[in-house]
């Protein structure tokens, strides 16, 4: 069974538009990533938010770690057509390797 | 352009024959990772190195998947004998160690067994 899961399978938004793709996890951790990965490419991380953090912000990125609630999300701004991949969380139990969720597939249209 | 090397990007083999592909880890980097990614996007992990000493495996791995990093060389997956489930991508990341939680994945090896 997964360990890390997005809420959603897909979401659809306008250029310009803002989005926030959620994820939950079931184990305790030392860090949680967020990945894009673009088709025929591999995960590219966007974001490394550690336990003891509560936000943490890349550009037009914004991620947060509720680690009562075992939750993350991950916000973009002002999206673009090139945000269109398929966006990950992983988690680090610190004795493990991470832990993948099975995506969110999120489209940008113009 | 990423920093962890992966090849063959595409590899065709026949049910039952061998598939090998490798991976050149991000500069520095002494840990490896191997994970098979599905067509449904679902990430499977195979496999982890520490410079050459496997860290953990799960048992898949250890019946018809084998894999090495040796010193100086690219690290390598090989099938011995392919399936038509073994069809994926297989990605391999690079990391300063276990809890750094600082991966770098390549563009992976998409195998296609028929």
């Known amino acids: 069974s997964q360990l890390a899961e997005e809420n959603s399978w897909a979401l659809s938004v306008h250029e310009g538009e803002s989005v926030t793709v959620n994820c939950s996890y079931k184990?305790?951790?030392?860090?949680l990533q967020w990945y894009r990965q673009k088709s025929g490419k591999g995960p590219a991380q966007l974001i490394l938010i550690r336990s003891n953090e509560r936000e943490k912000r890349n550009g037009r990125l914004r991620a947060t770690l509720d680690t009562s609630s075992q939750s993350s999300s991950l916000s973009i701004t002002a999206t673009r057509c090139e945000d269109t991949a398929v966006y990950f969380c992983a988690t680090d139990d610190g004795n493990n390797a991470p832990r993948f969720g099975a995506g969110t597939k999120l489209s940008v249209k113009p | 352009n990423s920093k962890v090397i992966q090849t063959p990007r595409y590899l065709v083999k026949g049910q039952g024959q061998k598939a090998k592909m490798r991976c050149i880890p991000e500069?520095?980097?002494?840990?490896v990772f191997w994970y098979q990614q599905n067509k449904n996007n679902e990430f499977k992990f195979l496999i982890n190195f520490q410079n050459q000493e496997v860290l953990q495996q799960i048992d898949m791995t250890e019946k018809r998947f084998s894999a090495e990093c040796p010193s100086n060389s690219p690290c390598s997956l090989e099938i011995q004998s392919s399936e038509a489930g073994d069809s994926a991508l297989y990605l391999c990341?690079?990391?300063?160690?276990?809890?750094?939680?600082?991966?770098?994945f390549g563009s992976g090896t998409r195998l296609l067994v028929i």
């Open positions: 500069k520095g980097h002494p840990v």
């Open positions: 184990t305790s951790i030392t860090a």
């Open positions: 990341a690079s990391s300063l160690g276990q809890g750094y939680s600082d991966y770098t």
